[in-house]
Nanobody, 127 residues
């Protein structure tokens, strides 16, 4: 079964940086066949799109709230996708989830269109 495991979350102060990692594995999972995305969910709020990257890293997309501060990347050898977060703000506090979507499908920033998920990693940003 496909597994996505996030790491790198933790406690940070406003203005700090963190890098999240998502390691993909599984007998049926071919990393280069998937668009990868990061989503986040704060208590009482709907899960929201953060960033996505296509199968080869040729296209990236970001939500308006993180554009210019976060960078998504992927390593095809390590089967890992990253989210480099800089200039963190308290409103970035959330559980961050890694997800995958078959690259043969159309591009989507909607969490409902992603079919595999990690367990999430907590990011907490203090004032």
């Amino acid at each position: 079964q496909v597994q996505l495991v996030e790491s790198g979350g933790g406690l940070a102060q406003a203005g700090d940086s963190l890098r999240l990692s998502c390691a993909a594995s599984g007998a049926t999972f071919t990393f280069r066949s998937y668009t990868m995305g990061w989503f986040r969910q704060a208590p009482g709020k709907e899960r929201e799109f953060v960033a996505a990257i296509d199968r080869y890293g040729s296209r990236t997309d970001y939500s308006d709230s993180v554009n210019g501060r976060f960078t998504i990347s992927r390593d095809g050898v390590k089967n890992t996708v990253y989210l480099q977060m800089t200039n963190l703000k308290p409103e970035d506090t959330a559980i961050y989830y890694c997800s995958a979507r078959q690259a043969s499908y159309s591009w989507s920033n909607d969490y409902k269109d992603y079919n595999t998920w990690g367990q999430g990693t907590q990011v907490t940003v203090s004032s």
